[in-house]
């Protein structure tokens, strides 16, 4: 039957129109995400870890994850600084290194400051690999192809995280420490790929342009004086705060409605499946479109599917619904924004860019536990999912807004200065 599918001209025409005129160094750069999604089995189970295998309290896995994401939070600025200023490829092997590392470290270190501390930089060094990432596609994909490289990229990303999640419950049962060690492991695997396969693409300013100036135009100031950019960013947070109830709140507020485990766990893994089976026909679908109305359409399901779990009570069915919407949300968000980001950013600011909008997933995961906690234990659940399709509202509100007012939502090229990729032309200066 595969061979029968595989002959079918419209299959190979399919084929080819979804994966086909995307350069090799960008299929290096998606194996290397699918092995290292493949093997990141420490932050799904960090809270149970330490609540069930060292015995520490909730309060205190809670507080290891916040250190977790204020590592993010560092690192989408500094390593977006640093993955325009040394270089794309340098600051994605030494995140790699550094995340390789310390996962490692963090399997054998005992005491809740040592583990805070090196939870501290397992966030720090995990995160810095998100904005070389994001500009290495941006450089090597044409801009008519992004949407759907990134769309590809995140496939990979959902894929190696519903494999692992399920592999590292099993895993577990030998002991957790072998889930940080292979954890570490697939990590150090993608750092030797990226440093073998992957050239440096940040592009050097062309003879005849000052690369002071050109530097001098992308500095990370100017990012955060660039306002629909930075309006682009707030909405951002509005989402990934909604978006965070999904790995917490949601849990609690299943759990207290009579949701088994097994239930619960077939449920979010709805989220994995579906992305995993319509991110690329649905990415297809978006080749085209408006993306304002994309961008609309996403926060709209993404707020109003957490809003359905107000009427879930005890139905899984319901609340599997709930996440079935939101998941589109998801899918179609997530992609467009970044191919929308990488046409913002001048050229020689992709990292900076890339960083400051990294940033917002960072404060979310700080903020956003926390937030539908609170409004959870003193509201109740069906003011927090009712608050979640009011946030889903604004945000697409503002994406109206500002789509009217500077158009920053539509495709428009980004500020370009004339460069040549790092490699090319022996006149280009070095350390541009």
Same mark, same amino acid.
């Given at each position: 039957m595969l061979v029968a599918l595989a002959a079918n001209p419209r299959i190979r025409r399919l084929v080819r129109e979804t994966v086909g005129g995307l350069p090799r160094q960008f299929w290096w750069l998606w194996v290397s995400t699918l092995v290292n999604r493949l093997g990141s089995f420490v932050v799904t189970f960090l809270a149970l870890y330490l609540t069930a295998e060292r015995g520490y309290s909730a309060s205190y896995a809670g507080l290891v994850a916040s250190l977790f994401g204020a590592g993010s939070a560092v690192a989408a600025v500094g390593a977006?600084?640093?993955?325009d200023r040394i270089g794309r490829r340098p600051t994605l092997v030494a995140a790699q290194l550094g995340t390789a590392a310390s996962?490692? %470290?963090l399997g054998f270190v005992d005491g809740q400051t040592a583990i805070a501390v090196v939870a501290f930089l397992v966030g720090l060094c995990n995160n810095a690999t998100r904005p070389p990432t994001s500009a290495i596609i941006a450089d090597l994909v044409p801009? $008519?192809?992004?949407?759907?490289?990134y769309s590809l990229n995140y496939w990979a990303i959902n894929i190696g995280f519903g494999l692992s999640a399920a592999a590292a419950g099993l895993i577990a049962t030998h002991g957790y420490l072998t889930l940080f060690l292979l954890d570490a492991l697939t990590t150090l695997v993608?750092?030797? %790929?990226?440093f073998i396969r992957i050239p440096e693409t940040r592009p050097q300013v062309t003879p005849g342009r000052d690369a002071a100036e050109a530097e001098e135009g992308t500095s990370l100031l100017t990012v955060l004086r660039d306002g629909p950019f930075m309006a682009l960013v707030g909405l951002t947070l509005l989402v990934a705060l909604v978006f &965070? &109830?999904?790995?917490?709140?949601?849990a609690v507020d299943m759990g207290a409605s009579g949701i088994t485990s097994t239930e619960y766990g077939l449920v979010i893994g709805l989220n994995g499946l579906l992305i995993v089976v319509l991110q690329i026909p649905l990415t297809r679908w978006l080749e085209g479109r408006s993306r304002t109305a994309m961008l609309i359409t996403s926060c709209l399901l993404t707020g109003w599917g957490f809003g359905l779990a107000a009427l879930a009570g005890s139905s899984a069915w319901l609340f599997a619904l709930s996440v079935a919407v939101w998941t589109v949300g998801e899918i179609l968000h997530t992609p467009v924004m970044m191919g929308l980001v990488s046409e913002l950013a001048p050229t020689h600011g992709r990292g900076r860019y890339q960083g400051v909008y990294s940033l917002s997933w960072s404060l979310a995961s700080l903020l956003g536990p926390a937030g539908g906690g609170l409004l959870l234990q003193y509201a109740g659940p069906a003011v927090l999912w009712s608050v979640c399709g009011a946030i889903g509202t604004a945000a697409a509100l503002g994406y109206v807004v500002l789509a009217r007012r500077t158009g920053a939502t539509e495709r428009r090229p980004a500020a370009v200065v004339e460069v040549a990729p790092a490699? $090319?032309? $022996?006149k280009a200066p070095a350390g541009a």
């Open positions: 977006g600084v640093l993955t996962t490692a %470290v801009a $008519e192809d992004r949407v759907r490289a993608c750092a030797v %790929v990226i &965070q &109830q999904g790995s917490t709140t949601l490699g $090319e032309g $022996e």
